[in-house]
């Protein structure tokens, strides 16, 4: 069973925007770091950004300064705000615990085009 549903990718032009949910089943709460992932096609997966629960944030040198991240702790869910989007941000997108402890599941396609 796959606790984690990231959702709201899509297709977009480069410099856009988008914003990506992760919905648990499980309490969230408990988990002192969760994070958002990337694959894109041909490669390997890659951390993203990373949130504590206490709100302290870091991110991928790729996107540091276009995306942020958040997290609803009540709400089990994490978000990933994308701007300034490019072509290479173009991968399915997932969340998970950092380190990574659950399946990984579907995830979500963004695809930015040029």
């Known amino acids: 069973q796959v606790p984690l549903v990231a959702y709201g990718g899509g297709r977009v032009q480069a410099g856009g925007s988008l914003r990506l949910s992760c919905a648990a089943s499980t309490s969230i709460s408990s988990i002192t770091i969760m994070g958002w992932y990337r694959q894109a096609p041909g490669k390997q997966r890659e951390w993203v950004a990373t949130?504590?629960?206490?709100?302290?944030?870091n991110f991928a040198d790729s996107v540091k300064g276009r995306f942020t991240i958040s997290r609803d702790n009540a709400e089990n869910r994490v978000y990933l705000q994308m701007n300034r989007l490019k072509p290479e941000d173009t991968a399915v997108y997932f969340c998970?615990?950092?380190?990574?402890?659950?399946?990984w599941g579907q995830g979500t396609q963004v695809t930015v085009s040029s």
């Open positions: 998970n615990a950092a380190p990574p402890r659950w399946s």
């Open positions: 949130i504590t629960s206490s709100g302290s944030t």
